[in-house]
Each structure stands twice: as structure tokens, then as C-alpha cells.
Nanobody, 127 residues
């Protein structure tokens, strides 16, 4: 059974940092792309960052470049999202999702293309 469990969300002031974790099990970790999406109140789900475990490539949405860093610990089957210089507009529920991609990915996949999802963790950035 595939399991994705996010943690690390919380309340932080603008300019602060958080590190999200996505602990995974039930699939072959190094053949999947693992991504972070977020959904703010009243808005659609948007891609934040992805890591292709088959080739190590990382991808970021433009508004996150330079502020967010995604990393993967193959020994722990866990993916992290380090978020720095947080802004109030980063407030959202952050979800971890996976896509079977043994040959990597060309671009950031849409939310509809992901295979499994976690339940999310709430990040609130106060001004």
C-alpha cells in the first residue's frame, strides 16, 4: 500500500523558514518523481517543486525559485521541501504526490497526472 505522509507545516512569520517532509512507503522510491503541490483557500492546486528520483533532476515553479529547495533521502524514502523567505501568499495546504517515472520527466506534471497523494500539511505565513 502506497503511503505519503506530510509533516512540518505550521505558523511562521513572513521572512521565516519551514521544512516540510514527505515520508513515503509502498513503492519503488528511485523510480518515481515526487512533487509538492499547494492549494490556497479559494484557489486551485498548483505545482511547487518536483524531484525525479531516477535521475536526480529538480524542478521549481518560477515563484519558488531561489526560495525553496527540494531534496530526497533515498535511505529514508523521504523528500523534503526547505522553504525560506516565506511570504503571506505562500499560505496554503501543501501536498506531496508521486508519479511513476522510471525515465524521468520533461516538465513539471500537472496535478491530474500524479498517481498518489498525501493528505497535506498546512502552512500559514503571517504578515
Amino acid at each position: 500500500e502506497v503511503q505519503l505522509v506530510e509533516s512540518g507545516g505550521g505558523l511562521v512569520q513572513a521572512g521565516g523558514s519551514l521544512r516540510l517532509s514527505c515520508a513515503t512507503s509502498g513503492f519503488t522510491f528511485n523510480t518515481y518523481t515526487i512533487g509538492w503541490f499547494r492549494q490556497a483557500p479559494g484557489k486551485g492546486r498548483e505545482g511547487v517543486s518536483f524531484i525525479s528520483n531516477s535521475d536526480g533532476r529538480t524542478y521549481y515553479a518560477d515563484s519558488m525559485k531561489g526560495r525553496f529547495t527540494i531534496s530526497s533521502d533515498n535511505a529514508k524514502n523521504t523528500v523534503y521541501l526547505q522553504m525560506n523567505s516565506l511570504k503571506p501568499e505562500d499560505t496554503a495546504v501543501y501536498y506531496c504526490a508521486i508519479l511513476n517515472s522510471p525515465f524521468g520527466i520533461e516538465t513539471m506534471p500537472p496535478s491530474s497526472g500524479m498517481d498518489y497523494w498525501g493528505k497535506g500539511t498546512l502552512v500559514t505565513v503571517s504578515s
